[in-house]
């Protein structure tokens, strides 16, 4: 199997034509680079394009981040690009695994010093591995049971004779008695998730560690049928106190069965794929940073939707939906994050600094309908190396200011030290 590391918008080519590989540019096969142009038009025609074309030869990858893998076995890990020194692919791996750790709201867990190191395998192993690892601790801790109803046919009476069921039977099987009774086993929706998904995990895992805990949990799991319905499984999903130790396993179920989840918008995990949109990553990263900041008296609000940009025939027009909406005893902020780099030392008037006007023009109309045109809005892009310190402060009048702010992805925090 080939293997092949680059980050967000590096090109990728094949054929003869020979060219050093690196985190921006690498080499694949005919095969790997075809799939690659058929999955992104399929893709595309649902509105996520995966690549751009550059000529015959080159594709342009998108800001998605993950895993692809064609049909030849050729593996494309596509990081994101946050660092500016070097190609230190390990560095911006452990970026992305611990940004997705927050994303899915999960508390780091205290263990022994072997698993406090950083797993260095693709990103799909990782997954894997913090699946198994979270399946492991809850069969340790006990798998929930519960009563459910079954019908069948017994040669004794069990339970509740089902009457039209038993005056039905033909007269050469009178001696059997239709029943329904109910039995207290380990058939319920979360333990059918986690048997699918530990299905797939068997299939797909290529770590021996991986492979040996996958399949020394599927033989704990045996008696328990996999998930027929995903979707009406996950409804069912209980979060009670009794399955209070079930909420760590989840979001990787989730991940692994391709539930719909607000990080993965490119369909199934077909053979070891796994991608999510970087924006989308972004925004749940800052989220989850922003909320553990919190000080008593302040609320954050995500993706508000009351106000709207015009009425027409008496009927509300564009939807404005910014990011966040941070309350602070009767003060509101807006906030809205950006996947972009910016260049602090490109401050012209020709440049602005990487800025765009459309983004603007979107944080004006936040401004007039959420504040009233009296506030304060603010901007948040990745911390880069031309990129560390806010910008000084826009304003669109006397009362309506914007600020522009790196947020550090390495600390979780906003890089402004009176803003939060």
């Known amino acids: 199997m080939h293997a092949v590391t680059v980050r967000e918008y590096a090109r990728i080519t094949t054929g003869p034509m020979a060219v050093a590989n690196g985190l921006d540019q690498a080499t694949v ?58 190609d230190d692919a390990t560095q911006a791996r452990r970026l992305l695994q611990k940004m997705l750790q927050r ?20 990103l799909t192993e990782w997954v894997i591995q913090q699946f198994l690892a979270a399946l492991d601790t809850l069969v340790k801790r006990g798998l929930r049971f519960d009563y459910h109803a079954v019908e069948e046919e017994r040669r004794f009476l069990r339970g509740r004779l089902l009457v039209g069921r038993q005056l039905r039977q033909p007269p050469g099987r009178a001696h059997y008695f239709q029943v329904e009774h109910k039995v207290f086993d380990a058939d319920r929706p979360e ?13 797909q895992a290529k ?30 999903w209980r979060s009670d106190r009794l399955t209070a130790h079930y909420r760590p396993v989840r979001p990787w179920c989730s991940l692994i069965l391709n539930e719909q989840n607000p990080l993965t918008v490119l369909g199934d995990w077909t053979g070891n794929s796994l991608l999510f949109p970087m924006e989308k990553v972004f925004e749940s990263y800052v989220e989850a940073c922003l909320r553990r900041a919190l000080r008593p008296g302040q609320t954050l609000k995500a993706q508000a939707a009351s106000r709207y940009l015009a009425t027409h025939d008496e009927q509300p027009w564009f939807q404005l ?42 944080l004006y109309a936040y401004g007039q309908k959420y504040l009233g045109g009296c506030g304060r809005l603010a901007l948040l892009y990745p911390q880069t190396a031309t990129f560390r310190e806010p910008l000084l402060p826009f304003f669109f009048n006397d009362q309506l200011r914007l600020d522009v702010m790196p947020f550090d992805l390495t600390t979780g925090q906003v890089v402004c030290d009176d803003w939060l």
């Open 29 to 86: 096969s005919d095969v790997a680079f075809d799939w690659v142009c058929k999955e992104s038009e399929r893709l595309r025609k649902a509105g996520a394009g995966l690549v751009q074309l550059e000529g015959r030869r080159w594709l342009r990858l998108d800001n998605y981040v993950g895993v692809l893998q064609a049909p030849d076995g050729t593996r494309i890990e596509i990081l994101p690009k946050t660092f500016d020194e070097g």
């Open 103 to 122: 994303c899915l709201h999960l508390e780091p867990r205290i263990s022994a010093p072997t698993g406090l190191q950083v797993f260095d395998g693709p």
């Open 207 to 236: 770590e021996a560690g991986n492979k040996r805990l996958a399949y020394e949990l599927a033989h704990q799991l045996l008696e328990i049928p996999p998930s027929r319905d995903f979707a009406k499984d996950f409804a069912q």
């Open 191 to 203: 333990n059918r998730l986690l048997r699918s998904a530990l299905d797939k995990v068997c299939r």
């Open 321 to 362: 939906r910014p990011d966040f909406l941070l309350f602070d005893d009767g003060a509101t902020t807006v906030l809205d994050t950006k996947w972009k780099r910016l260049d602090a030392n490109r401050g012209n008037s020709e440049d602005k600094y990487g800025l765009s006007q459309a983004d603007f023009y979107q």
